[in-house]
């Protein structure tokens, strides 16, 4: 029963209707919002699908408004990274139609996306005639940016331990289903993902969660983590307890314990590139590279 329970729960996406003031489109007043997305053309996503691919030319955008989909970058061995999540309500290509640039990532579909696709021309036609929504996309860009600095001082102040249990924390907060007393993070997430998340080797994180694991704090399966303890991971991944002054919490986290917003609804040492929890960053070029 209770498997069935969470297949439902990995399964579900949230209404259209689901306000989520966090995400992008949930960020703008309604009828900036709908002229926004009247610009664009409607278009779905099939699990596996490529949106967006990274180092090619492209001038569009795309505006998810519901599903989920993993945003890569390729490193140097030729592996690739997992760098963010991207859920309905976000935009992922926005940075090559700005800067008129290759693509810095790659964003392929998790499950069914349902999005609209902007070309880059009516983008920018549209930004000149509208700052609110070029407000809002700087803001985006600033919070991406904050947590990518975060994550940079994390890889050399923090332990696996720490990083992996603020990063446990901050998805089931953001992609998380509340079942009875704990939380699902419904993303399939490897730990090899986890891993290139946080900045770290697979074995320590392996060796990490066993850890959590042993203490109660978290139960895991084949691509599967339920926060049991989110209290404790929390307080490992000093992060402010709930209730607690939330400006102390890191700006880049969004979302709430318990939702899980795959969808958006409207009102009703190395010079490698290290994983950026929200963005790619490579330390030598000093450049952030987010989805």
């Not at 991207?86 to 693509?103: K, L, Q, S, T, W």
């Not at 983590?225 to 209730?243: F, K, N, T």
Request: aromatic letters at 4%.
């Amino acid at each position: 029963m209770e498997r069935a329970t969470q297949r439902a729960a990995r399964g579900s996406t949230y209404d259209l209707g689901e306000q989520q003031p966090t995400r992008f489109l949930g960020s703008l007043s309604g009828p900036v919002r709908e002229e926004l997305l009247s610009i664009g053309s409607p278009q779905q996503y099939s699990p596996g699908e490529k949106i967006l691919v990274e180092g090619t030319l492209g001038d569009h955008l795309v505006l998810l408004k519901a599903g989920c989909a993993k945003v890569t970058g390729k490193l140097a061995n030729g592996h690739e990274a997992l760098i963010a999540i991207r859920v309905g309500g976000d935009m992922v290509g926005e940075m090559a139609v700005i800067d008129d640039v290759p693509r810095s990532a790659t964003v392929t579909a998790c499950d069914e996306i349902d999005a609209h696709v902007v070309h880059g021309r009516a983008m920018r036609s549209f930004l000149g005639k509208c700052p609110e929504v070029a407000i809002q996309i700087m803001r985006l860009n600033s919070r991406r940016l904050r947590k990518a600095n975060f994550w940079r001082i994390a890889f050399g102040e923090s332990t696996v331990r720490v990083r992996l249990a603020r990063a446990l924390a901050e998805l089931a907060e953001t992609y998380g289903k509340t079942l009875g007393s704990h939380t699902l993070i419904c993303i399939d997430l490897t730990q090899a993902e986890l891993a290139e998340l946080i900045g770290s080797k697979l074995r320590a994180v392996q060796e990490t969660l066993k850890g959590f694991r042993a203490a109660g704090f978290v139960r895991t399966s084949r691509r599967q983590i339920e926060v049991i303890r989110l209290d404790r991971l929390r307080a490992i991944g000093l992060l402010p307890a709930i209730g607690q002054d939330p400006a102390r919490i890191f700006a880049g986290r969004s979302g709430a314990p318990g939702r899980r917003p795959h969808s958006w609804r409207p009102e009703q040492p190395t010079t490698v590139p290290q994983r950026v929890g929200d963005g790619l960053y490579d330390v030598a070029a000093n450049r952030l590279a987010p989805g």
